[in-house]
T-cell receptor
Framework: SQTIHQWPATLVQPVGSPLSLECTVEGTSNPNLYWYRQAAGRGLQLLFY??????ISSEVPQNLSASRPQDRQFILSSKKLLLSDSGFYLC?????????????????FGPGTRLTVL | DAKTTQPNSMESNEEEPVHLPCNHS???????IHWYRQLPSQGPEYVIHGLTSNVNNRMASLAIAEDRKSSTLILHRATLRDAAVYYC????????????FGTGTRLQVFP
């Protein structure tokens, strides 16, 4: 069966410090991978998605970057955190990479990382 | 991406049916209607999806209007575990599987 891991579960960082959040998926190959952020009391915002190794699409301009160094590894980074980067960060995967028409691959979400920037 | 409109919150009593509405008047002919829910402090989970016909699964039913400009997620017997934020999302199947979440409906279930 497939599982998705995220770490750390919680993180408190000072403004201006770097960030690295990691997400790994087990039990599947060539997944689509996603990073979302949820600010307090808000909906989920899609930050990045990836359809393959080294392929990253950014949905919103921001202080963050993403990388996919391996097929089932997705990393969210920042060189200097801002207060506005605080939030609940969620990684997700879906089944088949690339083009899908009639079939639907539901997204499976990880447990999330709660980041507080002080 | 076409937009969806949902009530901010709804309430229900345990064991009663719940009808969660969603308006999507700008839906295109190829958009699928998806529902996810997010329990407190957890990531969202898939509930159901459909295109034109009503759909049923073990979690819920999805009723889609004939003109597809609205849909309703139906929980047949609400339980306390169904208390969550429910998101109605439109997805164009051409391209990636990315989902654009709105603010959803917060469902409260009372014993």
């Amino acid at each position: 069966s497939q599982t998705i891991h995220q770490w750390p579960a919680t993180l408190v960082q000072p403004v201006g410090s770097p960030l690295s959040l990691e997400c790994t998926v087990e039990g599947t190959s060539n997944p689509n991978l996603y990073w979302y952020r949820q600010a307090a009391g808000r909906g989920l915002q899609l930050l990045f998605y990836s359809v393959g190794i080294g392929q990253i699409s950014s949905e919103v301009p921001q202080n963050l970057s993403a990388s996919r160094p391996q097929d089932r590894q997705f990393i969210l980074s920042s060189k200097k955190l801002l207060l506005s980067d605080s939030g609940f960060y969620l990684c997700a995967w879906s089944g088949l990479a690339g083009f899908s028409v009639s079939s639907y691959n539901e997204q499976f979400f990880g447990p999330g990382t709660r980041l507080t920037v002080l | 991406d076409a937009k969806t409109t949902q009530p901010n919150s709804m309430e229900s009593n345990e064991e009663e049916p719940v009808h969660l509405p969603c308006n999507h008047s700008t839906i295109s002919g190829t958009d699928y209607i998806h529902w996810y829910r997010q329990l407190p402090s957890q990531g969202p989970e898939y509930v159901i999806h459909g295109l034109t016909s009503n759909v049923n699964n073990r979690m819920a039913s999805l009723a889609i209007a004939e003109d597809r400009k609205s849909s309703t997620l139906i929980l047949h017997r609400a339980t306390l575990r169904d208390a969550a934020v429910y998101y109605c999302i439109l997805r164009d199947p051409i391209g990636t599987d990315k989902l654009i979440f709105g603010t959803g409906t917060r469902l409260q279930v009372f014993p």
